[in-house]
């Protein structure tokens, strides 16, 4: 079954409202990790607007299980990540206005950048990560890029307005991880999985790993964060 990667950001969304001291997203951290989460994933925005550079400090510092730093290109993330040095970075695309990450690295086009920042951060020993569409092409130029693990992005599967076409970008998503595991990489997913869409995506044996995040605090709110990581942590272990 699938490691569960508990994505903290909206806890400190919700701290970043009020401009406020909490809720603390460290003890976010520290409670999915009790509640059976196999890492804690955080996204540093170039606008910080919710997970901050002390947030990262501190989950560096206290987290039993492994930090994946999600995070743009630009250079002055990609200098923080080396500072800080988190088990793992997962490069994805960043624009201000969105309110979510709307689609994965472009991978092709971005060629020459993405190898730099990869280069750099592998120097610093952080396993490096690339959030893509699941498209075989991106999957090749992520090859070409030197990196052992991608993120497929389920976005498509999971926004999908009709069985049609759930059904339509699931066959795109399955597909495309059973393409890359046999290109001999790591396979990773997640964006917009919840209670009720996650369990598909399961049954596809060679993803190794689903980041999840805006469901389980969404979930959180209503019956406490522990029971929420628990309750996906099962249905992602087919219980």
Not at 149 to 164: F, V
Not at 167 to 171: Q, S
């Given at each position: 079954?699938?490691?569960l ?13 009020r ?14 990790e ?16 919710h ?43 960043e ?29 610093q ?7 893509i ?33 759930q ?5 795109e998503?399955?597909t ?5 595991k046999?290109?001999?990489l ?15 995506v399961?049954?596809i ?20 964060l522990?029971?929420?990581?628990k ?7 087919g219980?």
């Open positions: 079954m699938p490691r990667g508990v994505n903290i950001d909206h806890i400190a969304t919700i701290r970043e409202i401009h406020g001291l909490e809720p603390e997203p460290v003890f976010a951290a520290l409670i999915s009790a509640a059976g989460a196999d890492s804690i994933v955080a996204h540093l925005r170039e606008d910080r607007r997970i901050k550079e002390r947030d990262l400090c501190i989950l560096k510092e206290v987290i039993k299980t492994k930090l994946n730093l999600e995070m743009s290109i630009a250079d002055d993330i990609v200098d923080i990540a080396c500072k800080l040095r988190p088990d793992q970075s997962t490069l994805v695309p624009k201000r206005q969105e309110l979510t990450t709307e689609g994965g690295l472009d991978i092709k086009s971005n060629f020459k950048k993405i190898k730099k920042t990869s280069d750099k951060l592998k120097k020993n952080i396993e490096v990560s690339l959030f569409d699941p498209d075989k092409s991106q999957i090749d130029a992520s090859k070409e890029i030197g990196i052992d693990m991608i993120e497929l992005h389920t976005g498509r599967y999971a926004d999908a307005k009709s069985q049609k076409e059904e339509k970008y699931f066959r998503l399955e495309a991880a059973n393409y890359a046999k290109k001999g790591s396979v990773f997913a997640g964006h917009g999985l919840n209670y009720y869409n996650v369990t598909r399961v049954k044996d060679v993803i190794e790993e689903l980041n999840i995040g805006y469901s389980i605090i969404c979930r959180a709110a209503l019956v406490g522990e029971r929420a990581v309750e996906m942590k099962m249905l992602i272990n219980k």
